[in-house]
């Protein structure tokens, strides 16, 4: 699999709606709009069936500077 930026990028690239996410989660198509464009987070037990369902993982949902085991130095 491709390196992945984004949770909203995976989505584009593998043809998930919001939609499937909303019924996935049983939450609105808004409130999942809300998460995927960032101006609210998914809470831990919807990101793990998020991950469950699709195989993916929860890596995705991190900052960039975390993703694939790298780390932030401050």
Do not use: H
């Not at 998930?16 to 809470?43: H, P, R, T, W």
């Not at 998020?50 to 960039?64: E, M, N, Q």
């Amino acid at each position: 699999m491709d390196k992945i930026l984004s949770f909203k990028g995976w989505m584009v690239e593998n043809n998930i709606k919001q939609s499937e996410i909303a019924e996935l989660l049983g939450i609105s198509l808004q409130s999942v709009n809300l998460k995927v464009n960032g101006k609210q987070d998914f809470s831990l037990p919807q990101i793990s069936t998020i991950c469950g369902r699709y195989g993916i993982s929860a890596d995705i949902f991190l900052p960039k500077e975390l993703r694939n085991g790298n780390k932030v130095v401050s």
